[in-house]
């Protein structure tokens, strides 16, 4: 079963760079999908139009069963945008909080939920500190947690290593793991294969707008 099925996604920017140049893809319910590939690929601009921030040029298929960008849908995904930032003078609990309310958590909830997803990426301790005393990787683990707020389907994290030591990057890695076990689906993009993007189930690498290869990682390592 897929939760994203797409053929021929093709977007051409106004400028004329052609970012996706016909894309098929599925991406198999549960467990954690990489797609991998360098920066200029077209990553970013396939988990856009996923998300209804860009308009394809041209595109088929579905998510979680509906056309691409049915509204109802959209509440169903979370999202991490590469380099997300979330005011300095904010706390890590705010932050959640602040999310949560935005995207409609029910007032009497928003405190439980938000302890919950603290506990969850190991911030409980530091939900009263300032995101701007924050090391790079707990600036991203509040921002896994707030991908959640909507307990979604699937989530979707553009980059989400990016600048962070690899202390952090084990500490987001056990946070992918509890995500996949709470029978979500995890949606990454990356440029690198390190240690995180290591535990995706299924890869496909993209390069200049069209996928390469779509495997486990244990194939992709076995051809190449
Ligand atoms: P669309 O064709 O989807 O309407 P546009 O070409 O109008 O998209 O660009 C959307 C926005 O992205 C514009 O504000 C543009 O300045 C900005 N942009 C342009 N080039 C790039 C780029 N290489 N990477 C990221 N953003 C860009
Ligand atoms: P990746 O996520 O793999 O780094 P992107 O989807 O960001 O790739 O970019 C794919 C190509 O589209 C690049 O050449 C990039 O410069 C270009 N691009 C991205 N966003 C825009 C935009 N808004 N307007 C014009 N060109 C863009």
Redesign the pocket.
């Known amino acids: 079963e897929s939760v994203i099925d797409i053929s021929e996604m093709r977007k051409r920017?106004?400028?004329g760079v052609e970012a996706l140049r016909g894309v098929s893809l599925a991406v198999p319910k549960g467990g954690i999908f990489g797609l991998l590939g360098p920066n200029g690929a077209g990553k970013s601009t396939m988990v856009k139009i996923l998300l209804s921030i860009?308009?394809p040029s041209q595109c088929r298929g579905q998510m979680l069963g509906h056309k691409i960008g049915h509204k109802p849908t959209l509440a169903r995904v979370g999202y991490l945008p590469e380099h997300a930032r979330f005011p300095d003078y904010l706390k890590g609990g705010e932050v959640i909080r602040y999310v949560a309310g935005l995207g409609g958590v029910p007032k009497s909830l928003t405190h439980s939920r938000s302890q919950e997803l603290l506990e969850m990426v190991g911030m409980q301790d530091w939900a009263n500190r300032r995101m701007g005393s924050y090391s790079k990787g707990m600036k991203q683990r509040i921002g896994l947690a707030q991908a959640l707020v909507n307990d979604p389907e699937i989530v979707f994290l553009d980059e989400p290593t990016d600048g962070v030591d690899p202390k952090g990057r084990m500490e987001m890695r056990s946070v992918l793991k509890t995500m996949k076990d709470q029978g979500r689906t995890v949606f990454i993009n990356s440029h690198l294969l390190g240690e995180l993007e290591m535990i995706c189930d299924t890869v496909a690498i993209m390069d200049q707008g069209q996928i390469v290869r779509q495997g486990s990682i244990a194939d992709l390592t076995e051809k190449s």
């Open positions: 920017y106004r400028g860009v308009r």
